[in-house]
């Protein structure tokens, strides 16, 4: 019996890019050497994603539609395609053709190899913007700088993964707080890159709004680091160096000129040490609060209907 591979695709008000996704990534995959399923997972759709992919459903089997019960978020959509695929080889992919189907065939290609994760590593994304470049570039720095685990500098949510690195994503990493790419990164295995240039944006806009990276951010710092939970000792020691040097200029000032003023410094002291506290008593809520979703230990996605799946 042949190979499967299994191209998960994470969908999310994707109407109008579906249909041209599903016909250049089909015809890609018709002409691979191993059989396929196309998983679309539908994360709450607002528009008529939901009824394209049915009429996909009902005429292609190979098409695979699981349907949330509302919007649960593009990581938990991408779990969701992972804990359902059957395929030995597991591709992640978005609907919006950013993420070019010509390389599938490489990533099969690695498959054959050996190599168990792929990660496709971005060298382009015109449509991103300066801010969005830069803020990314930014970001993979400052977690490389925290994090015992070294990712990829701009990896993305196009990644393969083999059946048994799948199953260690499946079995082991089920955080309610998490970061699938970083996971992704950090299981080990045979691991290879491909390069590749975003294509351009076929329909709709960004799911990713600034707000939504900063969280994605801070969540992905605190899950691969607890640094910002030392920031207590860092401080409490600059605070003491501080005090030192501050005793040292009031002698030096009160030997010089008498007695001197000290009003304006005592202020200054106490908003830059209201600051630190207050920065340390938020970096703790931050991760308390993700302590408190896993204590609570609610589901990560809610499937509310299925399409081509065998029971």
């Not at 299994?6 to 579906?18: G, T």
């Not at 089920?174 to 699938?180: N, P, Q, T, W």
């Not at 605190?222 to 605070?239: D, E, H, Q, T, W």
């Not at 408190?292 to 499937?303: G, H, N, S, T, W």
Request: charged share 20%.
């Amino acid at each position: 019996m042949g190979k499967t591979l299994s191209v998960v695709v994470s969908c999310y008000n994707e109407e109008m890019a579906l249909e041209q996704f599903y016909e250049e990534t089909a015809g890609i995959l018709k002409k691979l050497p191993w059989s396929y399923e196309l998983i679309f997972i539908n994360d709450g759709s607002q528009d008529g994603t939901m009824r394209v992919l049915d009429l996909l459903a009902g005429r292609d089997e190979h098409v695979k539609v699981i349907s949330f019960s509302r919007n649960f978020g593009h990581e938990a959509a991408m779990i969701a395609g992972l804990d359902y695929s059957s395929g030995d080889g597991i591709v992640c992919m978005d609907a919006d053709l950013q993420h070019p189907p010509e390389y599938l065939s490489q990533i099969l290609e690695k498959f054959e190899a050996g190599y168990d994760v792929i990660n496709m590593v971005r060298t382009k994304n015109e449509s991103a913007g300066w801010f969005k470049n830069l803020a990314s570039s930014a970001f993979y720095h400052l977690i490389n700088l925290l994090s015992d685990v070294k990712f990829e500098p701009n990896a993305s949510d196009f990644f393969a993964v083999s059946g048994r690195a799948a199953k260690v994503l499946k079995e082991s990493y089920r955080e309610k707080v998490r970061f699938l790419r970083g996971y992704v990164q950090s299981i080990g295995f045979n691991r290879t890159t491909i390069e590749y240039e975003a294509g351009t944006r076929v329909a709709g806009e960004s799911k990713y709004s600034i707000k939504k990276l900063i969280t994605l951010s801070l969540n992905t710092i605190m899950c691969f680091s607890n640094l910002p939970l030392k920031l207590g000792i860092y401080a409490g020691a600059g605070a003491g160096l501080l005090g030192v040097l501050m005793m040292i200029y009031t002698i030096w000032s009160w030997a010089r000129v008498g007695t001197p003023n000290g009003y304006a410094t005592t202020i200054v002291l106490i908003c830059f040490m209201f600051a630190v506290l207050f920065l340390i008593v938020g970096v703790i809520g931050n991760y308390i609060a993700i302590l408190f979703a896993e204590l609570k230990d609610r589901p990560i996605y809610i499937v509310g209907e299925t399409k081509n799946f065998k029971e």
